[in-house]
């Protein structure tokens, strides 16, 4: 069985490191370079940047934070937001990511996937999926930050898009996200039945053990966070400790 992957996620917008809570009351915590540069220490398999306004402002990704953080981050980088083109995915691997997160670029041209796995690889093209309930069993997919509901169905667009070529799915339940009552058990396990390709679950970790319980309770292949890291609750180190501590294989 492959090692879990234990991953901070840092939400940036203008150039500094926010949290809030269902995509609202964002507050700043920090600067990107140095937070990314903590978790390193701290052993992180890996850190996702979100610009997390990118997409409804319009504006391209922000290679500048992508740079410094490459320089000083010795684990895999993954960036979204923002990215729109295969050229927009190339100048970001250029800067030092070694993966692209595209989520609503994505659902407006899922070309975008197809695309970009065929210049990079699939290994390269993460697809971020923020999905809200309808009902039981059933999601849908939304876009720009949570803003717009595109009346999408989430398994019908996570095997199109495994289809297309995406190498990975970060799933983030809109519900749990910064709620902190842990991750979206139901949504999770729905995708990762879904696909055959790795599933990171994104939105709601609150304590320990939540961690621990996405991996015993789906097959996800990784987890992310922010507020608990960010906000020094918790260490990628402790969050290690109680997995292996439970049987959970970590790097």
Known sequence: MLAKRIIPCLDVRDGKVVKGVNFEGIKEVG???????EYNRQGADEIVFYDITASFEGRGVFLD???ETAK???VPLTVGGGIKTADDI???LRAGADKVSVNSQAVKNPQLIADGADI???QCICLGVDAKKVSDG?????INGGRVDMKLDLIEWVKKAEALGAGEICLNSIDTDGVRGGFDIDMLDAV???VKIPVIASGGAGKLGDFADAFIKTDCSAALAASLFHFGELTVGQVKDDCR???????
Do not use: Q
Request: charged fraction near 30%.
């Open 192 to 194: 990762c039945r879904a």
């Open 120 to 122: 990079f690889g699939s």
């Open 138 to 142: 059933k999601w849908t997919v939304y």
């Open 245 to 251: 501590s439970k049987g959970i294989r970590v790097r």
């Open 31 to 37: 600067d990107p370079v140095e937070c990314a540069a």
């Open 90 to 92: 190339r100048e970001t």
């Open 65 to 67: 934070v992508v740079r």
């Open 72 to 74: 000083r981050v010795f």
